[in-house]
């Protein structure tokens, strides 16, 4: 019996309704016939990278057999985020003749979720999109809320657009040959959930003592409670003009780490628990939290990554990021800070780039 459940996720933008279908389940990818029904006679493109096609396309090739269906494969990693394999992407849109009735369906994670959306946004202004998120982090966080982008001149997310997709399939199947960091990278923004905007979340993690004993009743759990935290923040504020920048808690010093060594020392959920125990750091010291609840932070931001040593220069390389966060008003860093359980607020008073580089120190 497969199980289907359906949550149906209504943005009212710019008076016009975007509402879309996130579909959750187990063993979809064999039949995902069933669910693009809608484009079988239009072509479409499916853009995964290599691991994720190793293990998957030709299951997806072969439920798709009757379908007009291309794919491209894009190397593994936050380096294939650029308008360089934007590029690529293009002319084999080009190539194929793929027309503005097309579809671009993105399987894989986060960094295929991303590109893909941005070229779905930009080829022809907007083609078809179909996000196929198969991380934890993915499925929680980028398939849905249409941010799209890739990064450029080492700054992350530099480029980009908004851009809703037309449906989201999350089978959580695809989670079971996620590696065990990549898993504690998508709990990384479940936590940031927690810490944003519901605090019984945290103790859900807090008992996780072995990655790979989250058993799928609660990794559906998380993925359900995620994606309604988030849903209801972008309906709001789906072009971030407001509160939908709680969602970046942690970001701020977070894609600053990430973008360390050329994206490659940390993960991006990695990255984003350091920042959140930074940003509590600086919360901490503005009295805004007890230092009770900075050392829960801090002990769920251990179960992610114990690498939080950093050199002099990368503290610098980290500053001159953070003064480029797309958050920031007239020059003036804006962070989202923690001031309760469960609550966060959008601190834009300046803080002194003394006590930010104290944050960054690897003994807070
Ligand atoms: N658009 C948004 O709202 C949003 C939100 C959060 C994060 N992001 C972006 O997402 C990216 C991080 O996403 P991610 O953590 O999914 O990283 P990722 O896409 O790099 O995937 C992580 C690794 O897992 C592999 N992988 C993917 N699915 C797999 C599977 N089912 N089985 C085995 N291996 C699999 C990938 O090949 C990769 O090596 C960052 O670029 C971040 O900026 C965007
Ligand atoms: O959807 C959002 O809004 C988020 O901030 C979600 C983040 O987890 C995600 O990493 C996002 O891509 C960061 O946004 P950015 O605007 O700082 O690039
Ligand atoms: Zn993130």
Redesign the pocket.
């Known amino acids: 019996m497969i199980e289907r459940e359906v949550i149906i996720l209504k943005i009212k933008v710019d008076s016009q309704l975007y509402k879309y279908n996130i579909y959750i389940g187990n063993n979809i990818y064999k039949t995902l016939n069933a669910y693009i029904k809608e484009y079988n006679d239009k072509k479409i493109l499916i853009i995964t990278d290599s691991n994720v096609s190793k293990i998957y396309l030709d299951s997806i090739l072969k439920s798709l057999k009757n379908f007009k269906i291309y794919y491209y494969i894009i190397p593994a990693g936050e380096n294939s985020k650029s308008l360089e394999m934007a590029g690529r992407i293009y002319n084999k849109l080009l190539r194929e003749k793929f027309d503005r009735q097309s579809l671009i369906i993105s399987f894989g994670g986060g960094v295929v979720g991303d590109i893909a959306g941005f070229v779905a946004a930009t080829y022809m202004r907007g083609i078809n999109l179909i996000q196929i998120p198969t991380t934890l982090l993915s499925q929680v966080?980028?398939s849905i809320?249409g941010?799209v982008?890739v990064n450029f001149n080492n700054i992350?997310?530099i480029i980009g657009s908004f851009y809703q997709p037309k449906k989201v399939i999350i089978d959580i199947d695809t989670l079971k040959t996620l590696s065990e960091r990549d898993t504690k990278s998508g709990l990384a923004?479940i936590i940031?959930y927690g810490i944003i905007s519901d605090y019984k979340l945290l103790n859900l993690i807090h008992n996780i003592n072995d990655i790979s004993e989250m058993d799928s009743k609660l990794i559906k759990l998380l993925i359900k409670r995620s994606l309604e935290i988030?849903k209801d923040i972008?309906k709001v504020d789906t072009f971030?003009k407001g509160k939908?920048k709680i969602?970046?808690f942690g970001?701020t010093i977070g894609?600053g780490i990430e973008s360390l060594d050329n994206f490659k020392r940390f993960k991006?959920g990695e990255a984003?628990a350091l920042g959140m125990l930074s940003e509590a750091y600086i919360s901490k010291e503005l009295g805004l939290i007890s230092i009770e609840y900075y050392k829960e932070i801090k002990q769920l931001v251990k179960k992610i990554t114990q690498d939080n040593i950093f050199t002099q220069q990368e503290k610098e390389v980290i500053m001159e990021n953070i003064k480029l966060d797309?958050k920031n008003m007239n020059e003036n860093i804006v962070f989202i800070l923690p001031i309760s359980y469960g609550k966060v607020k959008i601190y834009e008073d300046k803080i002194n780039e003394g006590l930010i580089k104290k944050s960054l120190g690897g003994d807070i």
């Open positions: 966080d980028s809320g941010k982008g992350k997310n923004e940031k988030k972008v971030e939908r969602l970046n970001h894609h991006h984003v797309k």
